[in-house]
């Protein structure tokens, strides 16, 4: 019998008429890769879910009670659903470093009384907090009120005390230990239709002194195996990038194949974003550096960018992420905004950017990895765009899912085989054809072009120390992204 049957056996005699079913050639076209947002963050005392736990979040709500209100985890899931309500969010939470501290600052209401009705308007972690001023309220009493709503407003960052011998000082002190405090953003009067009320304004000590974050290693080694293709991570002291990278490097090669791009932010300097840069050089992580300063913590804008990403990349992971707009994340101001000549720098030093568009929207300009030197020290571009690591991640899943759905018993035999039609085997020629088809699905999805390139150089061969193995190289001519338009327009009078 030459048909190579799963379950019908060549020794049955009772009469019947046996069917099984075989679903190795159900799957006519290219796969679905499952998605899965891993989102990384600090948790307060308060929050039920042990630290160094994995947790599928799907409410801002959850993440509250989970993670503690106004805790660094709780935002991000805010900011990240505020964008991405489709792609599965697993979250993994660790304490505060034992020996951190907090970051603290500062509203000061400057001497005098309020000489109409009004509000006043500040803006922590670019949530407003609105605080209402009536007639002849004083510095202290005004101080007094804004504490009183920063503690009603629970999921802010921070927390607000009258200073104990400035009675008109709101003193702010950031929920958590660590670095992150310092990019909590508290500013008065965002939009154009805030001001303070007649007789009244403020002096803002911006939020400084927070230190030591937790160790990402005690998460790297809580983390099961299972791929994460999106990372949020808040951190971006060297320590902990440098332990990320290391893990994402293991989880790319061919044996854990559980591959992902980290994801975070870094509000500064031009100068300390291209140091920062040209300090990191991996395919694996990419750090964005949008403005010098701005209303939400970098945390928040990191959650929201790698929702968007999330959700586009599935969809189609060669698409350009660019003009994606990030829900919920105010813009810079104009002086904060980075001109494109600093854009362009930060791009060849292996920053990330964004742009504020009209209406104040902000988008995504160009997602890069820090990636910029080969193993020899040369410059490279072949790991620059996040679209390139995430269209490999598809390609090597979508070929292993055809090749273990569509032969998963085969026998393996040498070109010229005379096996039977039916046989379950597999030749180095038919493994090329089964390439060439593979190939044909992506060029469809628009993420391959060259199938007479692909034709010319693809090898199949059977191992020459192990007879079982058959060894594919597969040369896939990527398609790029339309990033850079140029024009001269040569005209005639």
């Not at 948790?43 to 979040?57: I, N, Q, R, S, Y």
């Not at 000082?169 to 805030?194: I, M, P």
């Not at 001109?339 to 742009?355: F, W």
Request: aromatic content about 6%; glycine content about 8%; some cysteine.
């Amino acid at each position: 019998m030459a048909i190579s049957f799963n379950g019908i056996s060549t020794s049955l005699r009772v009469p019947f008429v046996f069917v099984e079913f075989d679903n190795s050639r159900a799957q006519q076209g290219p796969s679905v890769q499952p998605y899965t947002v891993l989102c990384l963050g600090q948790k307060l005392t308060a929050g039920t879910e042990p630290e160094l736990t994995l947790k599928t979040v799907t409410s801002e709500a959850q993440a509250s009670t989970l993670y503690g209100q106004g805790s660094i985890m709780h935002r991000m899931v805010k900011y990240y659903l505020a964008n991405n309500l489709v792609t599965e969010m697993k979250c993994m939470s660790i304490d505060d470093a034992g020996a951190g501290s907090q970051a603290t600052g500062k509203v000061t209401i400057p001497t005098g009384t309020a000489t109409e009705d009004g509000t006043l308007q500040i803006y922590i972690g670019g949530q407003r907090v609105s605080v209402a001023v009536a007639t002849g309220d004083d510095q202290d009493a005004v101080a007094a009120a804004l504490v009183a709503q920063i503690t009603a407003q629970g999921d802010l960052p921070v927390t607000a005390a009258v200073n104990g011998t400035n009675a008109n000082e709101a003193d702010l002190t950031a929920k958590h230990k660590g670095e992150l405090g310092n990019a909590v953003d508290v500013r008065a009067n965002y939009f154009d239709s805030d001001e303070y009320p007649g007789g009244i304004s403020t002096t803002i000590t911006a939020m400084s002194g927070g230190a030591t974050n937790p160790d990402i290693a005690d998460i790297i080694a809580a983390l099961p195996d299972d791929q994460f293709n999106i990372i949020i991570n808040p951190w971006t002291d060297a320590a902990n990038l440098g332990v990320l990278e290391t893990e994402l490097v293991d989880r790319f090669g061919p044996i854990r194949q559980s591959d992902g791009v980290a994801i975070s932010y870094k509000l500064d300097t031009l100068s300390n974003l291209q140091s920062l840069g040209n300090s990191r050089n991996s395919p694996h992580s990419s750090i964005s550096g949008p403005a010098k300063s701005a209303p939400n913590p970098s945390y928040e804008w990191a959650a929201a960018k790698a929702g968007q990403i999330a959700v586009a990349a599935q969809a189609d992971p060669g698409r350009p992420f660019q003009t994606l707009a990030l829900a919920g994340i105010l813009a810079p101001a104009p002086t904060e905004q980075f001109t494109l000549s600093e854009r362009n720098i930060l791009l060849s030093d292996g920053i990330a950017t964004d742009k504020v568009a009209a209406g104040g929207v902000v988008r995504i300009e160009r997602a890069i990895t820090t990636f910029q030197l080969n193993a020899a020290g040369a410059p490279d571009i072949s790991y620059l765009d996040i679209n390139t690591l995430l269209t490999l991640s598809f390609l090597r899943y979508d070929f292993r899912t055809q090749m273990l759905s569509r032969y998963p018993r085969h026998k393996l035999a040498n070109d010229g085989t005379k096996a039977g039609a039916g046989q379950a085997i597999l030749t180095p020629l038919g493994g090329k054809a089964e390439a060439v088809r593979i190939f044909q699905g992506w060029e469809n999805l628009g993420l391959v072009e060259g199938l007479a390139q692909f034709k010319r150089d693809v090898i199949v061969e059977r191992n020459s120390q192990d007879p079982n193995r058959l060894d594919f190289l597969l040369p896939p001519d990527l398609t790029n992204q339309l990033r850079v338009v140029g024009t001269q327009i040569q005209f005639l009078l």
